[in-house]
């Protein structure tokens, strides 16, 4: 009985430091994450070692992620390992009300509701760092850039941290180029076990799904436009084809456009497929992709969305610019209607859409990619690395693929002595 009220006097005083949208829905966010639990086998077993282990113990742990149910497990995961754990949005559409309920419901400080506001996303950042992370997981880098812009006197308080996606990645190394990256990050995205299937068959799956749950249109015998060919394009690109659409790429780099042609695809510049495109996704991690002349030459009735993390690929300034009328004819669809009287779609406002308009990548996809983020994790907190960006060891990678084969029942060979000894020779003919 005491201790039961202990436990409600916390889960107040969590609620009573939290920003959320409605504590009233976390027996429905509860019910979500034991959804995605049931199929994550890889953090479940992590789960278990960390409640043994306490790698964690004691420590500050701020979470800036999709907060949806499979991020609400990672961080349960982590409070198992004896973190104090606080959790932030990386995207203002992406936050899901109900999991984000369930994760205070179970002790968990959140900062975050659907459809912040730029100026409420960035004071949701600025109170979770008020928290004093030691350590920090991050998708994106606005956690981490936030801290080193307008914390400097907090950084110090940081061992490491762990970075999700190629954008993040990517202003970390532009960071540490500049030697201002002052304490080591994990570049979890480069991860054999993350790229090859998160990137892949995660985007692949779940930008579909955003789009055809949100539009509900047929994709089968459209011209779908993939701008991007890194492992998310290729994703996007390989699910459209199976859903019996033309595919036509647009690139920059040379070899990625090579490799798209030779994966059977049609490669052009946007200033031509901008004409043929029923749907076009975004998947680049730049700015500008589609702009103003491309909106010029569009098909009436033309469907876009972006999966890169930013919402500056389709450019959301020319295509205002150019509207007579703007309305939202459904949810997570904005109708431009342009003078001439063609209309074009823009999917969840310009942002992820496999987040802002779907429940992201499924399950058994993110249980990799949180496995990693959890090891990466417990890697960095070891305090042994120097500031800068650092790849994951080989080792917790390969556990990871190790980990998802023996979950999977998959069992595979192993080399003989004298493989072995073959691939380490260079003496046979
Ligand atoms: N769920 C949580 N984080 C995600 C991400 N970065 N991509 C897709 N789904 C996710």
Redesign the pocket.
Known sequence: MANDRTAEEQRAEVLSNSQIRDYGLYENGLLKIDWVKGRMPLLRQLEAEFAQSQPFAGKRVVIC??L?A??AYLAKVVQAGGAQVTVVA?NPL?TQDDVVAGLVHDGITAYAWHGATQEEYTAHIRAALDAHPQMIID?GGDLVTTLHHERPQQVAEVVGGCE??TTGILRLRAMAAQDALRFPMIAVNDAFMKYLF?NRY??GQ?VWDGIMRTTNLVVAGTTVVVVGYGWCGKGVAMRARGLGARVIVCEVDPIKAVEAHMDGHQVMPMSEAAAHGDFFVTVTGNCDCITGAHFDVMKSGAVMANAGHFDVEISKPDLQERAVSVRRVRTNVDEYTLSDGRKLYLLAEGR?V??AAG???PAEV?DM?FALQALALQYVSSGNLTPGVHDLPRELDDRVARMRLAALGVSTDELSESQDAYLRGWGHA
């Open positions: 992620l999709h949806e499979k991020t990386s992406s998708d999700e996606t998160d995660g985007t779940s992820l496999n987040l429940d992201g990548h993110m990619t």
